[in-house]
């Protein structure tokens, strides 16, 4: 079964450009995430979509990031403008709905790692 | 929302000793709690999780307890070999208002070394 794919898999900006980051999650999987990790930090979640709706977004800084998921398949994941602090890598995550409020197991992308200078 | 604390940030043990991680949490609506493995630039990787209906999980040389009570758990690695080292991360996760499932919350990791 292929895994979840992004790309790219590196990106250096300069603080104030565009990125965009590309998912594309394990087929038949209807919950997609972007997760951020901080280097020697957890992944902190910034956005959980359910097919192509979004559920939860409460830790994702509407002002610079934005994410969406048409056709509830591949998503992106787009900052503008980036700061210095956004350097990290963006996970991405996909599983299988959860029909009974227990967590499906989440499978995760290699990342893109992202460094702002 | 949910906050997951980790212990130890660091842990060295000896090829073949035993390795105990330990992770809170503050929810207590949380109801499944996966442990990751994530290897240098690598991305995470599922080892072995628990749902909160279920006190202990064992696969092979890996176990995790859970006390819902004093809302914590814990990862056990036996017989720990070279290829255990990596970093750990605990997770857990509460039941979406809406149905189905919210995002994991991690804790901060660990940092499993094992000595030859």
């Known amino acids: 079964e292929a895994g979840v794919a992004q790309s790219p898999r590196y990106k250096i900006i300069e603080k104030r450009q565009s990125v965009a980051f590309w998912c594309n999650p394990i087929s038949g999987h209807a919950t997609l995430y972007w997760y951020q990790q901080i280097l020697g930090q957890g992944p902190k979640l910034l956005i959980q979509?359910?097919?192509?709706?979004?559920?939860?977004d409460s830790q994702l800084p509407k002002d610079r990031f934005s994410a969406e998921r048409l056709k509830g398949v591949d998503s992106t994941l787009k900052i503008q403008p980036a700061k210095l602090e956004d350097s990290a890598v963006y996970l991405c995550a996909s599983s299988l709905y959860s029909w009974d409020g227990y967590q499906e197991t989440q499978y995760f992308g290699p990342g893109t790692r992202l460094l702002v200078l | 929302g949910e906050n997951v604390e980790q212990h130890p940030s660091t842990l060295s043990v000896q090829e073949g000793d035993s390795a105990v991680i330990k992770c809170t949490y503050s929810?207590?609506?949380?109801?499944?709690f996966p442990w990751y493995k994530q290897e240098l630039g690598k991305r995470p990787q599922l080892i072995i999780d628990i749902r909160s209906n279920v006190g202990e999980k064992k696969d092979q040389r890996i176990a995790v307890t859970l006390n819902k009570t004093a809302k914590h758990f814990s990862l056990h690695i036996t017989e720990t070999q070279p290829e255990d080292s990596a970093v750990y991360f605990c997770?857990?996760?509460?039941?979406?208002?809406?149905?189905?499932?919210?995002?994991?919350?991690f804790g901060k990791g660990t940092h499993l070394i094992i000595q030859p």
């Open positions: 979509f359910q097919n192509n709706g979004v559920v939860d």
């Open positions: 929810d207590s609506a949380s109801n499944y």
């Open positions: 997770a857990a996760s509460i039941p979406g208002s809406g149905g189905g499932a919210d995002g994991l919350t």
